[in-house]
């Protein structure tokens, strides 16, 4: 962790809610002047159906470890928040398809999914090495995974599991958390167990 870093949103496997392997909980931490941890909130959630140790592209995992957010969305037209964000458009994904945009955030004319509900908001991972535009950074390891998000859920869908992201099901706390995370905190996302 970063030593400047003051707030963390936590996700981890929980039982609270389900049995089923997809059952976390999401957690916001936030550090005080004394570095003390305190817990702020904590929210219901799920990860990928079959768990965490995200492997290669379509495993159906979540993967563990501490991420930077590149990036916060939401499909409005202004930025709820202090972080980095950009607008969500109907034609926006994250290629998971092989080739020079593999984990690449890309407007695709004729894509109307990429402000479904469960996606007008959240923020992508900084998992894989994901590219805001093609070309631009650390070319993503090809088949390792791609499209690694925060968001909220389908209605009628809100606790089930994901091809391998994080769902905060209700969105009112999916906008808390844009709300609260700051760039000046440098904040992190650590997933596990």
């Not at 998971?96 to 004729?110: F, H, I, Q």
């Not at 631009?136 to 090809?142: E, F, H, L």
């Not at 994901?162 to 440098?186: E, I, K, S």
Request: some cysteine; aromatic content about 10%; glycine content about 12%.
């Amino acid at each position: 962790m970063p030593a400047g870093t003051t707030q963390v949103v936590r996700t981890v496997s929980s039982h609270d809610y389900c049995r089923r392997v997809w059952c976390t909980l999401t957690q916001a931490w936030e550090r005080d002047a004394e570095g003390r941890w305190e817990k702020v909130r904590e929210f219901r959630s799920t990860i990928g159906s079959r768990g965490w140790g995200k492997q290669r592209e379509g495993d159906n995992r979540s993967p563990v470890g501490v991420y930077r957010i590149k990036v916060t969305f939401t499909t409005g037209s202004e930025n709820p928040g202090e972080m980095p964000w950009r607008r969500r458009r109907a034609t926006s994904v994250v290629s998971g398809a092989a080739g020079p945009n593999y984990n690449t955030w890309v407007e695709v004319p004729g894509v109307t999914s990429g402000n479904r509900p469960s996606m007008r908001s959240g923020w992508v991972v900084d998992y894989n090495h994901v590219r805001l535009r093609p070309g631009a950074g650390p070319r993503p390891v090809p088949g390792k995974g791609s499209g690694i998000f925060y968001h909220t859920s389908k209605p009628g869908h809100r606790w089930a599991p994901t091809a391998g992201c994080t769902q905060v099901g209700n969105p009112r706390q999916m906008r808390w958390l844009l709300t609260w995370l700051r760039p000046d905190a440098r904040p992190r996302i650590v997933q596990g167990r």
